[in-house]
Nanobody, 116 residues
Framework: QLQLVESGGGLVQPGGSLRLSCAAS????????IGWFRQAPGKEREGVSC????????NYADSVKGRFTASRDNAKNTVFLQMNSLKPEDTAVYYC?????????WGQGTQVTVSS
């Protein structure tokens, strides 16, 4: 059974850092691009970052460019999102996503709260 499990969220002060992880099971993560999305209260889910299957290519939303970095360890079937210089507007539930055989799979999400 394909499963994505996010972890690493928490409460952090503005300017702080967090590293999110997305652990995959039930399929070979290294065959697929993985997306990170977030959803703030009262807002639609938005794309944050995407990393290619090899990790050689990444894309970021303008709002996080220069602050967030996606990476992956295919040997461990895990993708990461390093988030630096966090701002209150980064507060959201963060999800990882994969599209496999035309089906979208999501993790359960991890809460990131940026507040003093």
């Amino acid at each position: 059974q394909l499963q994505l499990v996010e972890s690493g969220g928490g409460l952090v002060q503005p300017g702080g850092s967090l590293r999110l992880s997305c652990a995959a099971s039930g399929f070979t993560l290294g065959h697929y691009a993985i997306g990170w999305f977030r959803q703030a209260p009262g807002k639609e889910r938005e794309g944050v970052s995407c990393i290619s299957s090899s990790g050689g290519s990444t894309n970021y939303a303008d709002s996080v460019k220069g602050r967030f970095t996606a990476s992956r360890d295919n040997a461990k079937n895990t993708v990461f999102l390093q988030m630096n210089s966090l701002k209150p507007e980064d507060t959201a539930v963060y999800y990882c996503h994969v599209r496999k055989s035309w089906v979208d799979y999501w993790g359960q999400g991890t809460q990131v709260t940026v507040s003093s």
